[in-house]
């Protein structure tokens, strides 16, 4: 069975926007070197700047690389000939997106960049066009078309410039060591924020702790359990370190009259599963689910000696499963 028309105009459309890609990875050259080493020299940000769908593009590469460690942000041209030209200082590097190099939207920011001494990077398919030839530095975009079957409007050359942004902010993550902790940094919320959440970001600590000596007895384990309200009561010898916890299944399992005299050494269950600070939560979650029936606390363990605890709820109201 033959492929229908639209499918066929589709698979059209992605062959030309790979072919536009495939030229620009093979006319990459030492300007993008260039352009990297400038840019982590910066004390400043990345101003990006653009009209139309360039403009659309740009902003998207200036979150990028706000998002990964390059201070970045957008201006608009027109909004920069109105007084927001006042947001770029010396220190800073001018990114100036026009596919054409030709858009006049831009004349201000390229004048102002050279009167003021600030780099000016041009990215355009046209080295010989305004923008290519004000540029400090050039990143070419592929002079190969549009996947729009008329030739006009902004598909491939759209697509490719984003991609050439996301190559820029990429490199830069690899040449500072961007770590998913710096991520999370940035990313505090949504489901990325859960995804790259520690065990050290939702512990309790000190006082919330509860914990008891080993030569206590029930009573004050009772007590130091109802008055931390988290289910359980960690164990310590007389170096500080954790050598067992007392759950509710294991008050169940003891229950007598005499509970309350026996000593905790005695009711407690030895060697309990412990985590590390530095781990994610989602490991967290991950060996409470899968211990034996399951738990629903882990203590938080470093050198032997318990630093904190974490809590199957604290997990789940942070969006960790």
Known sequence: MSENKDILVAKKAIDREVEALEMMKNELDENLSKVLDLIERSKGRVIVTGMGKSGHIGRKIAATL?????PSFFVHPGEASHGDLGMLTSDDI??????????KELSDILMYCKRYHIPLISMTKNPDSTLGKAGDYLLKLPNDGEACP???????????????GDVLAIALMERKGFSAT?????????KLGAILCKVSDLMHTGDEMPIIDEDAIMQEALMTMSA??????????KKGELVGIITDGDLRRWMSPKLIEEKVSKVMTKNPKTIRPDVLASEAVYVMNNTGRGITNLFVVEN???IGLIHIHDCL????N
């Open 66 to 70: 706000a998002s990964t460690g390059t």
């Open 94 to 103: 001018v990114l100036a997106i026009s596919n054409g190099g030709e858009s």
């Open 150 to 164: 008329l030739g006009l409007a902004p598909t491939s050359s759209t697509t490719a410039t984003l991609v050439l």
């Open 182 to 190: 710096d991520y999370k940094q940035r990313h505090p919320g949504g």
């Open 228 to 237: 931390k309200m988290l289910g359980c009561v960690g164990v310590i010898n």
């Open 304 to 306: 032997g000696k318990p």
């Open 317 to 320: 109201r942070a969006g960790v």
